[in-house]
């Protein structure tokens, strides 16, 4: 006997289920997921490259910030130091004049009086003369012209000073004209 389509054996057997992903019934389910990872990853990625260009600036704010303040630094130093040389003139004029011999005690005492300001002023300013005679000879901040024998002096020991030398904390204005011993 043939078994017709429709017979009560078949109608108990229950059809085979596979299981099936989402992704097969429907192909576009896939694309999508992963169209949807490629944009969330092109979007960190963009997120990324935005934050080190955001760094990079602002490093590059900052090193401009610093090297304006160095520059405004030395431009004032130079400015000072610049006004303080061509007031040394004035200095030399005044110290040959207190080592002149003066009969008029209150002219003498008017320039001393001078010369005590205006070494106040230059301390105010921050400016100290270099120490020369007695002191051991420095080419950083003498300057030698001559080099005499001595036997009290021991060797490389400045004898004599010819002009007076400034140092600006540690920048020297100009150098002390000076005689070394031996």
Not at 130 to 146: C, Q
Request: hydrophobic letters at 35%; one cysteine or more; aromatic letters at 6%.
């Amino acid at each position: 006997m043939a078994k017709s389509k429709n017979s009560p054996e078949q109608k108990n057997e229950k059809p085979e289920t596979k299981n099936v992903e989402p992704e097969a019934l429907d192909p576009g389910i896939n694309n999508e997921s992963e169209t949807s990872e490629n944009s969330i990853e092109a979007s960190q990625n963009d997120i990324a490259a935005e934050r080190d260009k955001y760094l990079r600036l602002a490093a590059e704010y900052d090193n401009f910030r610093k090297r304006s303040a160095k520059e405004r630094e030395m431009i004032y130093t130079d400015a000072r130091t610049d006004a303080i040389s061509k007031l040394l003139p004035v200095y030399d004029n005044l110290e040959r004049a207190l080592k002149m011999e003066c009969t008029d005690e209150s002219y003498y005492k008017g320039v001393e009086m001078i010369m005590t300001q205006f070494m106040e002023v230059l301390a105010n300013m921050g400016v100290k003369v270099i120490p020369a005679v007695g002191e051991p000879f420095d080419p950083k901040l003498h300057n030698a012209v001559m080099s005499i024998e001595d036997p009290q002096l021991g060797e490389n020991i400045i004898a004599e000073e010819y002009q007076k030398g400034f140092i600006l904390g540690d920048r020297v204005i100009r150098f002390s004209t000076v005689v070394v011993a031996n």
